[in-house]
C-alpha cells in the first residue's frame, strides 16, 4: 500500500475509493505483519462496527419477533403458518447470533420494553386491531420470547 503520507490530503484514499478493495488489502497486511501499511483508524472502526451490526440485528429480529408473537395471541383466528415460520426463524436467528457472541446473551432483554412499545404499534396497524387490544407493558417475560417451544395462549 501506498505510504499514506504522500497522499495529497483533498484526495480520498482507497478506502473512500474502493471498500472491498481496502478491506481486503487491509486483510493482507494484518496477514503478513504489515502493521505499518494499516489504516488504522478505519480498520478500528470497521471492527467497532461489525458489533454495532450484531445488536442492530438482534433489535430488528426482536422486534419482529414480539409482533408475531401478540398477532399470535390476540388475533388468534387468522393465525397461520407464515407467523408461526416467522416466530421460529426469528428465535433461530437471534440464537446464532448470541452463539457467536455469547458477550450479548443478556442484550435481548434490555431491548424488551422498548422493542414492545413498538411492536404493540406495528400489531395493531397489521392486525386492525385497536392499540388498546395490546397491553402496554410487555405480556411475555424475555425466557417466554426465546424459548422455542412457547406460544401465546389467546387472550379472547
Known sequence: MADPALKRP???GLYERDFYEWSQEMARALREGRFGDLDIENVAEEIESLGRSDKR?????LGV???HLLKWRFQPEARSGGWRG???TQRRKIRELI?????????PASLLAAEHADAR???AIETGLPIGSFPELCPFRIEQVLDEDFLPESER
Open 10 to 12: 483533498d484526495e480520498p
Open 99 to 107: 452463539d457467536e457472541s455469547p458477550s450479548l446473551r443478556r442484550f
Open 65 to 67: 419477533l414480539l409482533v
Open 57 to 61: 440485528e438482534i433489535r430488528n429480529r
Open 121 to 123: 404499534r406495528l400489531a
Open 86 to 88: 416467522t416466530i421460529v
